[in-house]
Structure formats: C-alpha cells, structure tokens
C-alpha cells in the first residue's frame, strides 16, 4: 500500500549489510567474532526508528531509554517515575544527570539489559509474532498507566512464560529480518556504542568560549541576568546559526570553568542552590538522540547575544547583592529578579514565545493527562502589549502586588499547612482585585483597551499570534490562528506569562508528591482562568457574561465559578467599537490583519473564505477534498482519535501529509477529573492543517490520491463502531500492518524535510488499536 521512501531504504540496506556480512546463524557463535571490529553506526538508525520512538522520556517503558549508549548501560527500572499518589519527593533518575556510572545507576534500582536481557526480548517478539492487520491480543494492553512487570535478567524465564506475546518491538509489526539481524548480531557483539563522538567545528567552538565568557561575566548585574536566562533556558536545545541542523547544545550549570571538562551540578530544580563553592555557566553538547517531545529549540549567534545586551545590560539598573536561592525565591520571581527592568524580562519571553509556550507542553514531562486538561482542546493565544501592561510601565505595579503573585512552589519545603496553602487560591482572588483596581485607577486605561493593546509583533515576529492544540495527554503549538474560530482565546500579560514558566516549567518537579502535582494542576487552572478574562476584558461589556457561561457550562461549571469567587467585570470598557454581532471572531480575525503578512489571514481548509470556497470538483487537491472533513460536527467525528496523520499518496510523486486534530468538546475545563463526564461529544470538530504537527501520533491513514473522495465519504458515513473498523480496514495502518515501519519511516523522513532543526523522533507509545466495540468518547 505505502511505497518505502529514502529512509526505509537506508534502513534495509543498512541491515542487508549486516545480514550479508554475518550470513546470520541463530546458533553461531561466530557472529560476534565477525563483527566485533565493524562499525555499528547503522545500528544506531534502526535503534532511533524502532526502539526510540517508544523508550524515550520518562514515560519510556521501565524507564528504558534508549536514546543514547548510557541509558542502555543504564538499562530498566521497576520504579514509576508518574505516580499520582507518591506521599513523598521521589529520588530523580535523569539521565547523564543523578548518576554517572552504571554501578550508581544500579544502587538507585536499575537492572542491566545488555546484551542478554535485549536479545531476549528480541527473540520472544520473534517467536511469537502477531497477526497482521489484526488487534493486537487482549493481554497486551497500550494504556500508559498499565501495570508494567519490567524483568530483571533473572525475571525473565518468567516473564516469558506469563508474557509470551510481550516480546519486543511491543505490540507492533515485526521487525524485518535485515534488521532484527542486525540488532541481534549488534548486541552477540556486546551492543558496542552506535555512535562516535561529534566533532565540533573550530568556529562554533570559538562562539561557545564567548558565550560561556558572557554568561559567567563577573559583575553582579551580568550573574542576576545569566541566572535568570538559565532558569528560563535550561531545558533549551541551543543551536547556533548556520550550524549543523542536528548540533544542539544544554545550557548547564558546572563546577568547572570553560575549557575544562564539564562536571553539571544536579539539581531538582533550576532556581536550587549550586552550592558555596563557585560554579559556572557551560554550554555542552547534546549527544543523545533527539526525539520530538522533548525537543525545545533556541537559537543562539551573534544577534542574539546583542539582544540580550540591550535588553539587560543597556537599560540603567543597579543591584547591590545578589538574591539567594531556593523554592521561595523560585516561588517569587518578581521578587528574585525585580532589580531587571520588567520590560527586558517581558520582551525576553515574547521575543521567542511560541518556545516558552512549548516549553509548557513539551519538555522531559511526557505523561500530562491531568496537567493539559486545564485547557480546551484548541484555542488561540495572543500577548498583551507591553506598553499597555501596567505591570511594565507603572514601577510600583510589582512592588505593590508582587506578595499576591508568589506560587505554590515556595511552599513546597513547609509542613503539612504550608503544603496546604499551596492548593489554596486566596493569593489569587487578593491578585485579582488588586489588578482590577490598578487598571480602573489608570487614566491610560479609562477608555478601555483597543487593538493597539494586542502586542502585533512590532511588524516582525509571528511569535506574537499562536494557536494551542491539546491532544488529550499532550499538546503542539505553532504560531498563527489555525483552525475554525476557537471556543475560547486567552490574552497573556506579563505576571501571567512568567507565572505560567514557573509553575509548569522551572518549579514543576516530575518526582514530587502528590500535593505538588496537586497545587500546580490546580494553579494552572487560575491562570487559564485569568488568561482568559484578560480576552473578556477585549468584549462588549453586554456579551462578557453570557460568553463566560458558555465556556463553564453544567453544574460542575457553576461550582467552579462560584468556588473561584468569579465575577466577570462589565464594569470596564471596551476600546473598541465592533461592527458586526460576532465580535469573538471580529476581534480575533482583526488581530490577523495587524501583522502585515506575518500570518495567513485565512484558513483554506479549515476558515475559507472567497472563491477559496469552491467545491471539490476532482481528487487533483487532496486540501480541497478535505475541507468537506475540516470544521465539522457529526457524529463520525467523535471516532477519530486525538491526532492522525494522513499521508496522501499518487504514483512516485512526492507524498502529501496532513495532520488531522480532533477538537473535543467540552462543557467545562474546571476539573481535572472524570473528564468523559464533561463531554459534548456532539460539538466534536476536525482541525486539518498541512504538514506534521504534534509529537505522538494516534493513528496513520494512507490514502492514494484518486480515492480522497472515497476516504472523505467513507469519514463522514461513520455512525457506528463497526463502520469506522471498516474505515480502518480500507484506510487505515494497523500497529500489525506490514506497512506500519515504512509508513512510520516515511512521516519522520517528511519530518525532516519540513523542518530539519525542529525535527525529532516521534513517539509511538500512544498509537491507537481500534477495536471492536469501543466507546468513541
């Protein structure tokens, strides 16, 4: 059905080498005397696009990850690093960060895996392979939460009895013979490192000694800036312009200075105290494989060291000590860093903010179910004006209402009452009537704010329009407004900006306890709130409310409200003068047509407008035919997983990709849990864009270009669990198909050529098994 593209090519001929050369025998040991001297880079491609995609992050199945050669020394673990009912802190295990030898790894609990334990499970997936095209067997389940037995070498024989069809690759497709004897004669030999150390080029080595020089500048106001740039780029993939496209580099800290070897300070959390002795800012090279979920990208190069002169450095500010260290400093950080002008930090996050807001859904956190359903499933996201923000042009702003603006993260170290008042929103409501008043008091606000108040970018940066896509557990963002006009939109200020950093990003601990967890999913859900009535503020007075209702419908949704002491304030006035009876999609259509071809003012597939419209006359442009599907209600909808990716393929021409998002509806986001329970299904719509978005596809539809009507038709005729199996049947790739690997192969090749330093593995943990009678919703 799919044709194998360049990489699938590489793949086969790369394990047809191996196979060749070891004229491959289950039973011989000579396999491993023949390859002990080969090269084992080719390994490494097989290993990225059939292990990695599912054992990365720390959601990786018993924590293997297998991104680099040390975590496969590392090998797996019976620990659960998510555990929503951990009483207290668990040990960190971060690769390349809690330990730094095997015999460490193994006191914290991890059991080897190589070479026995992996040749083992690769022989078990072997012998007992599935059926293709076929669901996979009840016993293997896919839900993240299952109850992994994670076999230590000793366990095996066990495991292998009570999980016969639990061999590896889990629950998928085989592997081919190529590869599995590539992999099996790899790991006869001892599984050698795949990968050989990264040159770097002389010229990038010289920018790397003059921003580690800059960084660790001595003079107090340069140490206030470089802490608060690593607390706020510590999790960045660094890459310098005109760089390799697949060279990054961490920002860390180390108690060694430059040119000397790194030694990285571990910490919980960036703003934790380093220690008395002195440390310095090093920039090291990223050396494990990049896997999209993780992958959070800041370029760096000349003109960005000039930006950050002029925001920090020329500006006139003094400082006569430095602030200390720890979760009440890290709680505040108006207060950590209110000597910096809070116009330099607030430009310093929307000069790059589509990636401060991936930050909040990307990053080492992976499992996030009850963390991203504090939002809608899609929704667009502008930024207030710093010149309109009271926060940036009125001094005592912060100095007066900086005590409401401290998170739950400073309590995180008190007793049980502190912890307490983590989950408590009393800050919040005094925050709330302090800023209502500032702004009814300021003389520039009595008019209200108009569309200068929306930042547009200052006619440059698209970063200033974006639009959050939620994907039940995870998230995707880009810039611009995508889709049909949003449920909701949020307008983003600065106290919002750098409290939502902090309390997902910097002061979120993946080991904490449950009461962490707690407090920060439930302070999330204030700043949505607010986010969200800074976008109310932008209405007609009259419609404030009545919009407001609409997104907290139900019983639980009035609850919340009421809980939150929530008043809708149609007391302050609009700015604007709107000329139509939709003023939601006036306002957020208007704010298209400020940034002076930054963005696409229309959305052919999903917002067409004009003779953009026009009906499919053929199967000659797949974009047509499925702005039938895009924007949509119907009962059809509510059976497409979260995100598929639908690959359009016609003879050998170059294939088409789009991503398919279903929008779920919702009465309300107000509660973290029984999500089913606040479902509209009915109100489920389809996102369609072109391209790739998002990093864990749910299913894959490959399509030849002549049957797009058929497939679009077949769509929308769903009624039944039965139809969309025969959907699947006709359309889809099973996790069994023998398709599955190449098609996979084929999106991360696309991958690539959309974007090769934004390009990642993706990760296929969360790839569907339709199955016969399953609920839709």
Known sequence: MVQARALRKRLILAGLAAFLVCIWDAGSDAIAQTETSKSWSNVRTVLDHRCVVCHSCYDAPCQLKLTSHEGLLRGGSKLVVYDTKRLSDAQPTRLGTDAQSVAEWRTLGFHSVAPGLLERHLDLGRQNGLAPDAPIPDELGLALNRPLVCPSPDEFDEFRDDHPQA?????????????????????????????????????????????????????????????????????????????????????????????????????????????????????????????????????????????????????????????????????????????????????????????????????????????????????????????????????????????????????????????????????????????????????????????????????????????????????????????????????????????????????????????????????????????????????????????????????????????????????????????????KQEFLLSLLDRGAGLWTQTDPINRCGGTDCAPPTDDQDPAQTLRLLADQTGAWVQFLPDLSVLIVNKDDEEAHIFSLIHDKAHDNVAFMFHEAARRDPQSDKLTILPGLIGSYPNFYFAVEQNQMMRFVNAIKSVQTNADWLQVVAEFGVRRTSPDFWALSDQVHEFLTLQDAVQAGILDLNRYKDPRPGEDPT
């Open 167 to 583: 061999g590896m690759p889990y629950a998928t497709a085989p592997l081919s013979d190529e590869n599995y004897a590539l992999l099996k004669s790899w790991a006869r030999a001892g599984t050698p490192p795949t990968t050989t150390p990264d040159v770097i080029p002389d010229d990038i080595m010289e920018q790397i000694a003059e921003w580690e020089k800059f960084l660790n500048a001595p003079d107090l106001r340069s140490q206030l800036m470089s802490r608060y740039l690593y607390e706020h780029l510590f999790l960045a993939r660094l890459h310098f312009d005109g760089d390799s496209p697949r060279r990054f580099f961490h920002l860390v800290r180390s108690r060694t200075p430059s040119g000397e070897g790194i030694d990285v300070i571990a910490s919980r959390r960036p703003f934790d105290d380093p220690g008395s002795a002195p440390f310095h800012y090093r920039l090291q090279l990223v050396t494990e494989t990049i896997v999209h979920k993780e992958h959070l990208v800041y370029p760096l190069g000349p003109d960005r060291m000039a930006r950050f002169r002029e925001l920090f450095l020329l500006p006139q500010w003094t400082l006569a000590e430095l602030p200390g260290y720890g979760e009440a400093e890290g709680g505040n950080p108006f207060s950590t860093f209110s000597s910096i002008p809070p116009r330099s930090r607030y430009e310093f996050l929307l000069d790059d903010a589509l990636f401060f807001v991936r930050s909040f859904i990307r990053g080492p956190v992976c499992h996030g179910q009850t963390a991203v359903n504090v939002i809608e499933d899609r929704f667009w996201v502008s930024f207030l004006d710093p010149d309109a923000d009271l926060s940036i042009t009125d001094p005592s702003y912060l100095q007066d209402g900086g005590t409401f603006l401290e998170l739950p993260v400073s309590n995180s170290d008190g007793g049980l009452l502190s912890q307490l008042q983590g989950l408590s929103h009393s800050n919040q409501e005094q925050y709330l009537r302090f800023r209502d008043a500032r702004y009814q008091q300021s003389p520039a606000h009595r008019a209200g704010f108009d569309y200068d108040a929306i930042w547009d970018g200052d006619g440059t940066n698209p970063n200033a329009l974006i639009t959050v896509f939620r994907h039940f557990d995870n998230a995707s963002a880009m810039t611009g407004f995508h889709g049909g006009i949003p449920e909701t939109a949020w307008v983003i200020d600065y106290p919002i900006f750098e409290r939502i950093y902090y309390n997902l990003v910097a002061g979120y601990d993946v080991f904490g306890r449950i009461e962490h967890q707690l407090s920060t999913r439930l302070y999330m859900d204030e700043l949505r709130m607010e986010s969200e009535d800074n976008f109310l503020i932008f209405m007609p007075q009259p419609v404030r409310e009545q919009m407001h209702l609409s997104w907290y419908k139900g019983f639980l949704g009035e609850i919340r409200t009421y809980w939150h002491r929530r008043r809708v304030d149609d007391s302050f006035p609009s700015g604007i003068a709107y000329s139509t009876d939709a003023p």
